[in-house]
């Protein structure tokens, strides 16, 4: 699956969320499947904020980015709760795969 990133800042990725998904405030990322290709929107700033909150590498925490999002393109959600332990399953999976470590905070990531 081609993969296309845009690693950008809280206040690009707040535009293309207000623009695309009627909700005006920054996110992590944001994923679109686009003719079997992924479109990720990631944003740094977050990244950044949220690995220095948890004790991990920024690094680590953009990972975490990009496989979330590539998972909602391959069709996991994270809405119910049991859709959001498949999820994260996953991506602890991934992240393992990867030898990238990141701290979980009540089970979240």
């Known amino acids: 699956m081609p993969v296309s990133l845009l690693l950008t800042d809280d206040a690009e990725i707040a535009r293309v969320h207000a623009d695309y998904l009627d909700d005006p405030t920054p996110t992590d990322v944001i994923s ?31 990972a ?3 496989v979330h999002g590539i998972l909602h393109v391959c069709g996991y959600d994270d809405h119910r709760p049991k859709d959001r332990a498949r999820m994260r399953r996953a991506e602890r999976e991934v992240m393992r795969a990867l030898r990238l470590q990141v701290h979980e905070v009540d089970g979240e990531n």
């Open 32 to 62: 679109f499947d686009i003719d079997g290709s992924a479109e990720l929107v990631v944003s740094v700033e977050t990244a950044r904020r949220t690995a220095k909150e948890l004790g991990h590498t920024v690094r680590a925490e953009v």
């Open 64 to 66: 975490l980015y990009v």
